[in-house]
């Protein structure tokens, strides 16, 4: 059973930053891409940033590309996303997922497992 664990949300001021963790465990994630969504209120759900574990190519979205990082600590089994220079309009919850696939992908239904998510809020 894949369990994905979030944490690291909180509220920030605009400009300022924050790291998300996700800690992933009940698989060897060798052979899967995580990724980073988030959901605003009253909005779909949106890609943000993935990572191929065993290769580690990534992708980001437009508005994050510059701002946000993406990387993994295999020791550790876990997924981080560095966010900087946050914007209000970046407020969400935002969601780690996993898939088995290599292949770096960005649309949701791809992914076969979600964490509960975790909040964040950039204040202006």
């Known amino acids: 059973q894949v369990q994905l664990v979030e944490s690291g949300g909180g509220l920030v001021q605009a400009g300022g930053s924050l790291r998300l963790s996700c800690a992933a465990s009940?698989?060897?994630?060798?052979?899967?891409?995580m990724g980073w969504f988030r959901q605003a209120p009253g909005k779909e759900r949106e890609f943000v940033a993935a990572i191929s574990w065993a290769v580690r190519s990534t992708n980001y979205e437009d508005s994050v590309k510059g701002r946000f990082t993406i990387s993994r600590d295999t020791a550790k089994n876990t997924v981080y996303l560095q966010m900087n220079s946050l914007k209000p309009e970046d407020t969400a919850v935002y969601y780690c997922?996993?898939?088995?696939?290599?292949?770096?992908?960005?649309?949701?239904?791809?992914?076969?497992?979600w964490g509960q998510g975790t909040q964040v809020t950039v204040s202006s």
């Open positions: 997922a996993a898939r088995n696939g290599v292949v770096v992908v960005t649309t949701s239904r791809s992914y076969d497992y």
């Open positions: 009940g698989r060897t994630f060798s052979s899967y891409t």
